[in-house]
């Protein structure tokens, strides 16, 4: 598995983990820190963009050294 796989399944896991945290809290004390919600969202927001620029940064790298857009193997 790639890491970058990895660190989106970590992500979201650490997402779902967080709101259902978030939800206990506010049940409990009927409210939740908003600088932190914002902050741990925007945080996995920028990770998740540079991730998804990495990727579309490789495969346009990549069908630019291949243009015919074949594998050499196959031929």
Do not use: H
Not at 22 to 35: C, Q, R
């Amino acid at each position: 598995m790639k890491t970058s796989n990895k660190i989106l399944i970590a992500l979201g896991l650490g997402l779902v983990l967080f709101t259902i945290l978030m939800i206990v809290i506010f049940l409990y004390k009927d409210s939740v820190p908003d600088t932190l919600i914002t902050c741990v969202f925007a945080a996995c927001t920028g990770e998740f963009s540079v991730l998804g620029w990495i990727k579309t940064t490789k495969e346009k790298n990549r069908r630019e050294d291949d243009p015919e857009g074949g594998d050499e193997e196959c031929q």
